[in-house]
């Protein structure tokens, strides 16, 4: 077996976008004539910022910086050479995506983990001509690239317990659409959220942690309902609002302010006003002391 180390570095995966439309349109040889000049024009900037080329997958690169700058910088020095899209007088964009963390390196050079794992995620939903970045990225960045980054979304991750941060970092100097900052503005429109159980309170705001509701001691405010299951649904802030989801066998009922009940099972849905929360019963009759009720204040 390989001996394995740990490492800290900078993945970035780079992918020629539209490749298949690309092998249909001009048929094998000349889509592949193509995208063998883009892989090598990739290949050129990782080695001139000092990254090492890990291997070619089809139409794509996956290479390994020490440094997170030299990483962005070969990612915008490769988006600079496609800029006017031209390749054998045919138009063609490039993807990539960067994350910064700990990878398992072996002798051979290769690396695995969570951080190339996460790398190709954040490839996977960049645009042609976009270079999508983690906040771990963006953190080790100098302030003349990180200036440059600009908040896109929020992204929940299998195995990861919050959404992660989604930025771009923007290369291009003219005709890109000025977009405001979003945490800037969430935190303007921030919320509060309290919840009562039982005689216990909890509040949070649209920046803080998840809730975890259910029957587990480990649960941010523990239901004792018999229905329960262990973690039965979460709480967590996106975009300004608060999103109730269910992680349930038995499903979640949520009664509004008007007396409307929602059940979710596997689903989610956004909490407005104020309200009742019942895991795994259905809501009727008098008051059951393990309904979780629910108000946010602006």
């Known amino acids: 077996m390989d001996t394995q180390t740990v490492r800290t570095c900078t993945v970035m995966f780079a992918d020629v976008a539209g490749s298949t439309r690309l092998y249909e349109q001009l048929g094998d040889i000349l889509a592949n004539s193509i995208i063998s000049e883009v892989l090598e024009l990739m290949l050129d900037s990782t080695k001139a910022y000092s990254g090492t080329v890990i291997k070619t997958i089809g139409d794509e690169v996956m290479c390994r910086f020490d440094n997170a700058n030299d990483a962005a910088n070969a990612a915008v020095h490769i988006q600079e050479k496609l800029q006017f899209g031209s390749i054998q007088g045919t138009y063609v964009s490039v993807k990539i995506g960067l994350h910064t ?90 919320q509060e959220l309290v919840l009562q159980c039982n005689g216990v309170n909890y509040s949070t705001d649209t920046n803080g942690k998840s809730v975890q509701l259910g029957r587990s001691e480990e649960c941010d405010l523990v239901v004792g309902e018999e229905l329960a299951s262990r973690f039965h649904a979460k709480i967590r802030g996106n975009r300004g609002h608060f999103v109730l989801m269910d992680q349930s066998t038995n499903g979640t009922y949520v009664q509004s302010e008007d007396g409307n009940i929602n059940y979710l099972r596997r689903d989610e849905v956004v909490l407005e006003g104020k309200g009742k929360i019942s895991l795994g019963s259905q809501i009727s009759g008098d008051n059951n002391p393990w309904w979780v009720s629910y108000q946010i204040k602006s």
């Open 101 to 190: 963390g700990e990878a398992i390196q072996h002798l051979d050079g290769d690396i695995f983990g969570d951080t190339v794992n996460l790398a190709a995620r954040l490839v996977g939903i960049a645009k042609g001509r976009q270079i999508i970045l983690s906040k771990n990225t963006l953190n080790s960045l100098n302030p003349e690239l990180s200036i440059k980054v600009r908040h896109l979304d929020w992204l929940q991750v299998k195995g990861k317990s919050e959404p992660i941060s989604i930025n771009e970092l923007v290369w291009e100097t003219a005709g890109v659409t000025q977009m405001v900052s979003f945490d800037a503005l969430y935190d303007e429109l921030k």
